[in-house]
């Protein structure tokens, strides 16, 4: 049997023998004691920081919907996360009507639509759910010829173009409108959402509104059957804006800030009053004055009476249920809302969009408050 190495007991006898003779039994069990008590407070200090970093940890807040007012939300996570570090949000820009779904199934804690769902939907829903206006904002009627002229259309005019009637950039009825422009001989080449879209639904409300045949064979929602044959399709907003820039002789539809951000030119549209307006925060604004806006928050703005008012405006809406599945969520989401609704509509003008009256806004918060989480 071979004897332990004496390196295996030596360091700790001669580490006891130094601390008997300066310490005697009793010092000895001092440190004894000083060093168990050194590592509870050790662990206790441990489970504090967990608790902690658990305490601090972020809130995920989901959505998904509308394009039109992805601009203004990109904005407003931004800068609410610098006051609010315990939550973030996770938006998915796939379309009014892919927020509406989305909401139904509750996989999102909020949707976002520029269309205010339909009764029938709304009877679907397992809750209640409310419409929360966030955003009010132009469609810019955009296009791309050459030279980049100022145009100006009516709404018959552009009926008549998605419809297929007109097919020439220098059609007679578009010339009749622009005096003096040298409009070209080219093909006009409109181009539309595909995919369940709110913006489609203020465009497709607003050719209802002024031109009967359109009303009648195509009519307004979040997704139409386009005229066989006329155009070509394509996903969001961006899309379109896409489109519009790479082909030469198209015309599509979208937010005022796309328009913008890609440097397409846009159309002044002749509104109810016979003036030309472009599609700026303040005709906006002035659109949303002549309003009715009932309890429920669901209303159309297109075609206003308004002299100043842009023609083709609309809201977009957050969509919540009242009855809050998680506190911590609901809570967070509410308190979201209140900041956008009143602080966030200070920059809205800045993203192009036209800022909620304070009447608005009012009657906006007292709806929040039945929100139960």
Same mark, same amino acid.
């Given at each position: ?7 295996? $007991? ?9 601390? $008997? ?35 601090? *940890?972020?809130? #995920? ?41 989305? #909401? ?7 949707? *976002? ?44 005019? #552009? ?46 409300? $607003? ?107 609309? *809201? ?36 192009? $969009? ?10 906006? #918060? ?8």
């Amino acid at each position: 049997m071979n004897k332990p190495h004496e390196t295996d $007991y030596t360091p700790n006898l001669k580490m006891k023998n130094i601390l $008997y003779s300066l310490l005697g039994v009793g010092g000895l069990v001092a440190v004894v004691l000083a060093i168990a008590n050194a590592r509870r407070h050790l662990a206790v200090a441990g489970a504090v920081a967990l608790v902690a970093v658990q305490t601090n *940890a972020q809130t #995920l807040i989901n959505g998904a919907g509308s394009t039109f007012d992805y601009p203004a939300f990109t904005k407003w996570f931004e800068a609410y996360g610098e006051t609010h570090p315990d939550v973030r949000f996770n938006y998915q820009s796939i379309g009014s009507g892919g927020g509406q779904k989305q #909401l139904l199934n509750q996989t999102v804690d909020f949707g *976002a639509s520029d269309a205010p769902m339909k009764d029938e939907m709304l009877a679907k829903a397992p809750g209640k759910i409310l419409h929360f206006p966030v955003v009010a904002g132009g469609v810019a009627i955009m296009y791309n010829l050459p030279g980049n002229p100022k145009l100006k259309l009516d709404g018959d005019t #552009l009926a008549n173009i998605y419809l297929g009637n007109i097919q020439k950039w220098n059609d007679p009825k578009i010339v009749a409108l622009n005096p003096g422009v040298d409009l070209p001989d080219l093909a006009i080449v409109p181009v539309y959402r595909t995919e369940g879209s709110g913006t489609t639904f203020i465009f497709t409300d $607003y050719l209802s509104a002024v031109n009967p045949v359109w009303a009648d064979t195509v009519g307004k929602s979040t997704s139409v059957k386009w005229p066989a044959g006329i155009g070509l399709g394509a996903k969001g907003s961006e899309g379109v804006a896409g489109q519009v820039k790479q082909i030469s002789g198209a015309i599509g539809y979208g937010e005022l800030a796309y328009a913008d951000q890609s440097k397409i030119p846009y159309a002044n549209m002749k509104n109810s009053s016979g003036n030309f307006i472009s599609p700026a925060p303040d005709s906006v604004s002035a659109a949303l004055a002549t309003a009715h806006i009932p309890d429920d928050f669901r209303f159309s703005m297109v075609n206003s009476s308004g002299p100043d008012a842009y023609p083709i405006a609309g *809201a977009s809406w957050v969509l919540v249920y009242q009855q809050q599945k998680s506190a911590d969520h609901g809570k967070k989401l509410v308190d979201f809302l209140k900041w956008a609704i009143t602080d966030g509509q200070k920059i809205s003008s800045t993203m192009d $969009y036209a800022p909620l009256p304070d009447s608005v806004q009012q009657r906006e #918060l007292g709806l929040l408050e039945t929100i139960k989480y």
